[in-house]
């Protein structure tokens, strides 16, 4: 999916679509009223809102008996971040998928997982026991 322009840095980017939010996509598709511009619209002819996107979650949340664990529509996009980042997606690609200027912002967005780092360490280890760093280091 193409972004045209992001909503705070006027920013065009391309979004990947997993397949359960494709299918979901596919069932909103069949359900929504086709005389409306957005693809996701609040009251009128208006897109939707974060605020009403934001409440809608709050609700389902109710719902899943899960208002208690603190989350908001905006963990959903750090736990993505982080999730693709300990899948080994290198950070230059996340930041453009995230749609980051500075890839500190996205440094901040992604957290490294205590299993990531210990495998990532003794990955490097191997090949520096087996000989296969060759450098010289001043």
Known sequence: MHLYQGEKNSQGRVVYLADDALFALRRWLKRRDPEKQFLFYGQGERPLSYSAAA????????????????????????TMASELLNAGMRLEVLQQLLGHQDIEVTRRYARLTDSTRREEYF?????????????TYR
């Open 55 to 78: 409440s809608r979650f709050k609700k389902y949340l109710a719902r899943a008996k899960l208002t208690e664990k603190g989350y908001t529509v905006h963990c959903c996009r750090h």
């Open 123 to 135: 990955r490097a280890m191997a090949k520096i026991e087996k000989g296969e760093i060759d450098g």
